[in-house]
């Protein structure tokens, strides 16, 4: 009876002892779990946090930018308010920074603007900073407002802005166009910049009649075909200072190419600025012609590849003085007596919302007395009144200059 009874009371013992260990494993395992699972959320956290030493670089570059004299849009609009509140702040895909954002402006003080979008994100990550510059640039265009649909209009209103060839030396229309599905050069690959450019010279080479012509890889160009491009103007040059500083230059010459038609008055550059600066251009002032082979071209090539588009901001660029419309119609034009007086000048030109640069485009001087002007709002109008703008603005200039 006792034999039974100690045996019945081992069997419980062993029993106890068993659920016991089987116990303490669980909480074991469970404890190993839970570590790793915070482990895991730190380094989350980790990669969401921006870099001590990108801060560094944001907190010095803001106290010069703060001391200097610039001018730029980017001094104007970040105050310390919204610095503090966008400096650890990234963009969910690509992880883009503040730094990457307006380090072209703090590097370079002279800056009209200061900042791009390293992605398409960051247009909604740094809108605090993005959505005033860009009211300001495009000439009242709010945070509240909308971008119109696509609408090149009638592309026979045009007609010729000198017919006697007295002022305008030539005429010149562009859009930037971004790819879908890509970000912009700075978050690029050199993967992704090739494959890319294969895209873009397939697609061209497939456009027929006065647009048919040939892609010129910047890779392994040969020193005549080089020679041929820079004597037409055509060869673009790795980025300046201002794209240099905002990373957009990186594995250069790979991916980049240069596509014309036979006439030599259509151009595409394919990851200069943007993915696609798509070009229509001639001697002389017929504008209208210009601006139909343009629309020709941007509707056959949007066929082929899509672009990036948004809503609110219409066509994504790199730089946000491109968005919306992203055209660009230009002249070079001699006008002597009024460029006399810049001032002058400057105050006709504003009025129509024209820019006037240097004979050679942006921080260039005017040689010979021959000034780059073109329209400056490319957002809240559609690409037909971007164009109308300078095509107006130009009759004016040239009706001043013969009253002089």
């Given at each position: 009876?006792?034999?039974?009874?100690?045996?019945?009371?081992?069997?419980?013992?062993?029993?106890?002892?068993?659920r016991?260990?089987?116990?303490?494993?669980?909480?074991?395992?469970?404890?190993?779990?839970?570590?790793?699972?915070?482990?895991?959320?730190?380094?989350?956290?980790?990669?969401?946090?921006?870099?001590?030493?990108?801060?560094?670089?944001?907190?010095?570059?803001?106290?010069?930018?703060?001391?200097?004299?610039?001018?730029?849009?980017?001094?104007?609009?970040?105050?310390?308010?919204?610095?503090?509140?966008?400096?650890?702040?990234?963009?969910?895909?690509?992880?883009?920074?503040?730094?990457?954002?307006?380090?072209?402006?703090?590097?370079?003080?002279?800056?009209?603007v200061?900042?791009?979008?390293?992605?398409?994100?960051?247009y909604?990550?740094?809108?605090?900073?993005?959505?005033?510059?860009?009211?300001?640039?495009?000439?009242?265009?709010?945070?509240?407002?909308?971008h119109?649909?696509?609408?090149?209009?009638?592309?026979?209103?045009?007609?010729?802005?000198?017919?006697?060839?007295?002022?305008?030396?030539?005429?010149?229309?562009?859009?930037?166009?971004s790819?879908?599905?890509?970000?912009?050069?700075p978050?690029?690959?050199?993967?992704q910049?090739?494959?890319?450019?294969?895209?873009?010279?397939?697609?061209?080479?497939?456009?027929?009649?006065?647009?048919?012509?040939?892609?010129?890889?910047?890779?392994?160009?040969?020193?005549?075909?080089?020679?041929?491009?820079?004597?037409?103007?055509?060869?673009?040059?790795?980025?300046?200072?201002?794209?240099?500083?905002?990373?957009?230059?990186?594995?250069?010459?790979?991916g980049?190419?240069?596509?014309?038609?036979?006439?030599?008055?259509?151009?595409?550059?394919?990851?200069?600025?943007?993915?696609?600066?798509?070009?229509?251009?001639?001697?002389?002032?017929?504008?209208?012609?210009?601006?139909?082979?343009?629309?020709t071209?941007?509707n056959?090539?949007?066929?082929?590849?899509?672009?990036?588009?948004?809503?609110?901001?219409?066509?994504?660029?790199?730089?946000?003085?491109?968005?919306?419309?992203?055209i660009?119609?230009?002249?070079?034009?001699?006008v002597?007596?009024?460029?006399?007086?810049?001032?002058?000048?400057?105050?006709?030109?504003?009025?129509?919302?024209l820019?006037?640069?240097?004979?050679?485009?942006?921080?260039?001087?005017?040689?010979?007395?021959?000034?780059?002007?073109?329209?400056?709002?490319?957002?809240?109008?559609?690409?037909?009144?971007?164009?109308?703008?300078?095509?107006?603005g130009?009759?004016?200039?040239?009706?001043?200059?013969?009253?002089?």
């Open positions: 009876m006792f034999g039974l009874w100690y045996l019945s009371l081992a069997v419980k013992e062993i029993w106890h002892s068993s016991a260990i089987l116990f303490q494993k669980q909480f074991v395992k469970s404890h190993i779990q839970l570590n790793l699972l915070q482990c895991k959320f730190t380094q989350s956290n980790k990669s969401e946090m921006v870099d001590a030493a990108v801060l560094e670089k944001l907190e010095s570059g803001f106290a010069k930018l703060q001391a200097s004299d610039s001018k730029s849009l980017l001094k104007k609009y970040l105050t310390k308010e919204v610095f503090d509140n966008l400096k650890n702040k990234k963009t969910p895909t690509f992880g883009s920074t503040l730094l990457d954002v307006i380090q072209s402006g703090l590097e370079n003080h002279d800056s009209g200061g900042i791009y979008a390293p992605d398409a994100e960051a909604t990550t740094f809108a605090e900073l993005f959505d005033p510059i860009i009211e300001d640039y495009h000439g009242g265009f709010k945070k509240t407002d909308k119109p649909a696509k609408d090149f209009g009638d592309v026979n209103a045009f007609g010729d802005l000198d017919p006697t060839g007295e002022f305008v030396v030539s005429t010149r229309v562009r859009c930037g166009r790819m879908e599905g890509y970000p912009f050069n978050c690029l690959t050199e993967a910049y090739k494959e890319m450019e294969q895209k873009v010279s397939t697609t061209l080479s497939g456009l027929e009649g006065e647009l048919k012509g040939k892609f010129y890889p910047l890779t392994g160009m040969d020193k005549a075909t080089q020679q041929q491009l820079i004597d037409d103007h055509f060869l673009f040059k790795e980025g300046d200072r201002f794209l240099q500083a905002a990373n957009a230059c990186r594995y250069w010459p790979s980049r190419g240069i596509y014309h038609n036979d006439a030599k008055t259509f151009l595409v550059w394919c990851n200069e600025e943007d993915h696609l600066r798509i070009i229509s251009m001639q001697m002389g002032g017929n504008l209208g012609e210009v601006f139909r082979r343009l629309t071209a941007v056959d090539i949007e066929k082929r590849i899509p672009f990036s588009h948004n809503d609110r901001l219409g066509f994504l660029t790199f730089c946000p003085t491109n968005l919306g419309t992203t660009r119609a230009s002249v070079h034009i001699k002597p007596k009024l460029a006399a007086n810049k001032a002058r000048l400057e105050e006709v030109a504003s009025k129509y919302n820019q006037v640069r240097g004979t050679r485009g942006e921080h260039t001087e005017a040689e010979g007395g021959i000034y780059d002007i073109s329209n400056k709002r490319r957002m809240g109008l559609t690409e037909f009144q971007a164009v109308k703008e300078m095509y107006d130009i009759t004016e200039i040239i009706k001043i200059e013969k009253s002089l």
